[in-house]
């Protein structure tokens, strides 16, 4: 086996190992639902490790503009009319409730409810 393709196998097995991690840390909690499961158009609780936080301006109106993931999928979450979260901030873990939409494509929640985990 070539130097590259065990540098590369070494990459997707820890990208798999760190799923797999965040998958049985947020999965079987009481009412949470795992992003690439959770139903669109539903009142939904979903847990995950913020991956990005960016200020994205939406229709002139500052967004604060997160995705969350869980090891099985990535939602985006979108805070209308706020520049800054305390707390929100990349690699950080949280827990969020609301309605799952979908803009261009994306699956989108809207100013959810969130609560920051440990």
Do not use: F
């Not at 960016?54 to 997160?66: D, F, Y």
């Not at 995705?67 to 990349?90: A, F, K, M, N, Q």
């Not at 409730?97 to 440990?118: C, F, K, S, T």
């Amino acid at each position: 086996m070539s130097k590259l393709r065990r540098t590369i196998s070494k990459w997707a097995n820890n990208d798999d190992a760190h799923a797999r991690d965040l998958r049985k840390t947020y999965s079987g909690g009481v009412g949470v639902d795992c992003i690439v499961d959770a139903p669109d158009r539903e009142v939904v609780r979903l847990r995950g490790t913020l991956r990005t936080v960016t200020l994205r301006p939406r229709g002139g109106v500052p967004a604060l503009e997160a995705e969350l993931y869980d090891g099985t999928g990535v939602i985006t979450i979108v805070w209308l009319g706020r520049r800054r979260i305390s707390g929100i901030s990349p690699g950080r873990s949280i827990q969020v409730q609301g309605r799952i939409g979908a803009h261009d494509g994306v699956r989108i929640i809207y100013n959810p409810r969130y609560e920051l985990m440990p």
